[in-house]
């Protein structure tokens, strides 16, 4: 997965990882809230030698040698020896390591300032703490830690407090500010975890953007999961004036655009899909139809051998058909057949053929392609899914132009993805991907409304007949 991947992935489910950021967020932001605040109130104190040298030099070195032991002197805050008179003297109901874990002491830099810190949920009691532990300590170490050999006290080191703790008026917990920024840094994460969790559980493609996971190829059209798509007649024939069959144009349109018209055999278009009942047989009929709708020479061709249906939809007999044809039992005026207009013929797939493959694969199958590239404006080829044979792969090799149907909610990512990389090991483009099934879109009431012709249904309903094949076909 690359990074346009990822960002596919976060914007499919980015509705629920906004959910998901503003619920952490919030979560975090009220419990941060929610704590005791806690206030620190902080003491300063000088620590010098007591002597009455007045030359530089030596206050230089007293200086330096308090500065040694600072670290010793910080260390001695969270002493029982300093904390238990503390909690005597202020009556604190707690222990000496309760107390131990809200104070602080702390070395100035290279100075010989003590910074010592209490905190409390009392104000008032933060600053209490704060000097009487400053106190305790400059009693400690002036009247135990130092004497000589005969017992006497000869402290060398003098504390004095040059800034006296006060109650402060503001908490220093909890910070609000920098819970949030927490909550909304673990709520982002959270989300795209669960979006790549979500993402990785979900086998079914659910929207274009899973689609172009898999495929570079344009989206030329949506279809939508419609009743009118699943009947007998192409919806140009059953319903023109209705928004369907706009869509259908649009297609047709895009299709178009995608394949230039000095391509070779641009003309010849191969519909596939990664599995069955994904629509690739409704798309091929309905392209064909908006073609020949604009008066274009058409013909359809059911190469689906293993499955056809197309004459089935439409109502046109199966007994003859592609492989009639392409064995050479039947000419072309016999296997072809007229549906709705006289520009629009239709070649069933005839009858079952033993090996579908080596005949869709066979010379003669490729060389009537061929000369019905010549022979049409357009030649549409529906082909059985690519997870049940390649024959699409075949035909675009030789020069077809591939068109992939994708089901939404039907479609799954392991077949499409199959199928992409099948087709890249050919080096097989696809021209383009139709959706089916689509989520249907709002429609805005200011945009045309589309009416249901009542007998545009009625004009492809009947049985077609036979036609005569070529360019000179009536």
Same mark, same amino acid.
């Given at each position: 997965?690359? =990074?346009?991947?990822?960002?596919?992935?976060?914007?499919?489910?980015?509705?629920?990882?906004?959910?998901?950021?503003?619920?952490?967020?919030?979560?975090?932001?009220?419990?941060?809230?929610?704590?005791?605040?806690?206030?620190?109130?902080?003491?300063?104190?000088?620590?010098?030698?007591?002597?009455?040298?007045?030359?530089?030099?030596?206050?230089?070195?007293?200086?330096?040698?308090?500065?040694?032991?600072?670290?010793?002197?910080?260390?001695?805050?969270?002493?029982?020896?300093?904390?238990?008179?503390?909690?005597?003297?202020?009556?604190?109901?707690?222990?000496?390591?309760?107390?131990?874990?809200?104070?602080?002491?702390?070395?100035?830099?290279?100075?010989?300032?003590?910074?010592?810190?209490?905190?409390?949920?009392?104000?008032?009691?933060?600053?209490?703490?704060?000097?009487?532990?400053?106190?305790?300590?400059?009693?400690? =170490?002036?009247?135990?830690?130092?004497?000589?050999?005969?017992?006497?006290?000869?402290?060398?080191?003098?504390?004095? *407090?040059?800034?006296?703790? $006060?109650?402060?008026? #503001?908490?220093?917990?909890?910070?609000?500010?920098?819970?949030?920024?927490?909550?909304?840094?673990?709520?982002?994460?959270?989300?795209?975890?669960?979006?790549?969790?979500?993402?990785?559980?979900?086998?079914?493609?659910?929207?274009?953007?899973?689609?172009?996971?898999?495929?570079?190829?344009?989206?030329?059209?949506?279809?939508?999961?419609?009743?009118?798509?699943?009947?007998?007649?192409?919806?140009?024939?059953?319903?023109?004036?209705?928004?369907?069959?706009?869509?259908?144009?649009?297609?047709?349109?895009?299709?178009?655009?995608?394949?230039?018209?000095?391509?070779?055999?641009?003309?010849? *278009?191969?519909?596939?899909?990664?599995?069955?009942?994904?629509? #690739?047989?409704?798309?091929?009929?309905?392209?064909?139809?908006?073609?020949?709708?604009?008066?274009?020479? *058409?013909?359809? =061709?059911?190469?689906?051998?293993?499955?056809?249906? =197309?004459?089935? !939809?439409?109502?046109?007999?199966?007994?003859?058909?592609?492989?009639?044809?392409?064995?050479?039992?039947?000419?072309?005026?016999?296997?072809?057949?007229?549906?709705?207009?006289?520009?629009? /013929?239709?070649?069933?797939?005839?009858?079952?053929?033993?090996?579908?493959?080596?005949?869709?694969?066979?010379?003669?199958?490729?060389?009537?392609?061929?000369?019905?590239? /010549?022979? $049409?404006?357009?030649?549409?080829?529906?082909?059985?899914?690519?997870?049940?044979?390649?024959?699409?792969?075949?035909?675009?090799?030789?020069?077809?132009?591939?068109?992939?149907?994708?089901?939404?909610?039907?479609?799954?990512?392991?077949?499409?993805?199959?199928?992409?990389?099948?087709?890249?090991?050919?080096?097989?483009?696809?021209?383009?991907?139709?959706?089916?099934?689509?989520?249907?879109?709002?429609?805005?009431?200011?945009?045309?409304? !589309?009416?249901?012709?009542?007998?545009?249904?009625?004009?492809?309903?009947?049985?077609?007949?036979?036609?005569? /094949?070529?360019?000179?076909?009536?």
């Amino acid at each position: 997965m690359n =990074i346009f991947d990822l960002l596919n992935v976060l914007k499919k489910y980015l509705l629920l990882e906004l959910a998901i950021l503003v619920v952490v967020t919030g979560g975090v932001t009220w419990a941060v809230k929610s704590e005791t605040p806690v206030y620190t109130a902080s003491t300063q104190v000088f620590v010098r030698m007591q002597t009455q040298s007045t030359d530089l030099g030596s206050v230089n070195n007293d200086s330096q040698a308090i500065q040694r032991q600072m670290s010793t002197y910080t260390s001695l805050v969270k002493t029982e020896s300093v904390l238990e008179p503390v909690i005597e003297n202020l009556g604190l109901n707690m222990t000496t390591e309760e107390l131990a874990a809200n104070v602080a002491a702390a070395a100035n830099g290279d100075t010989t300032l003590m910074t010592i810190s209490a905190n409390s949920s009392d104000p008032k009691e933060a600053a209490q703490i704060a000097n009487e532990v400053a106190t305790t300590l400059n009693n400690l =170490i002036i009247n135990n830690l130092y004497t000589d050999d005969g017992g006497k006290l000869t402290t060398p080191i003098k504390f004095s *407090v040059v800034q006296k703790a $006060y109650a402060p008026s #503001k908490p220093t917990s909890p910070n609000v500010k920098s819970g949030a920024f927490k909550g909304a840094l673990a709520g982002f994460v959270l989300a795209v975890i669960v979006a790549l969790a979500l993402n990785f559980m979900d086998k079914k493609i659910r929207q274009i953007a899973d689609i172009q996971m898999y495929t570079k190829a344009p989206v030329i059209g949506n279809l939508p999961k419609n009743q009118l798509l699943a009947g007998s007649a192409p919806v140009i024939v059953a319903q023109p004036a209705g928004a369907i069959a706009e869509d259908i144009r649009r297609v047709a349109v895009n299709l178009s655009f995608v394949i230039p018209k000095d391509m070779t055999k641009g003309n010849l *278009v191969v519909v596939s899909s990664g599995g069955p009942n994904e629509g #690739k047989s409704t798309l091929a009929m309905n392209l064909a139809a908006a073609y020949a709708e604009k008066g274009e020479k *058409v013909l359809l =061709i059911d190469a689906d051998l293993r499955k056809p249906s =197309i004459g089935q !939809y439409l109502g046109i007999s199966d007994a003859v058909g592609l492989t009639n044809l392409a064995t050479g039992q039947v000419g072309a005026d016999l296997a072809i057949q007229r549906y709705w207009k006289e520009n629009f /013929h239709v070649l069933p797939a005839g009858k079952k053929s033993p090996n579908p493959s080596l005949l869709l694969g066979s010379k003669t199958m490729l060389a009537l392609l061929e000369q019905f590239a /010549h022979d $049409y404006d357009h030649v549409i080829v529906d082909t059985s899914p690519m997870d049940v044979a390649n024959d699409a792969a075949i035909f675009a090799k030789e020069g077809a132009k591939l068109v992939l149907v994708v089901g939404q909610n039907v479609a799954t990512k392991k077949s499409l993805r199959g199928v992409a990389a099948e087709l890249e090991m050919v080096n097989v483009p696809v021209m383009g991907v139709v959706v089916n099934y689509a989520e249907a879109e709002k429609r805005s009431k200011s945009k045309y409304y !589309y009416y249901a012709d009542a007998e545009g249904g009625k004009a492809g309903v009947g049985k077609g007949r036979r036609k005569e /094949h070529g360019k000179n076909a009536k």
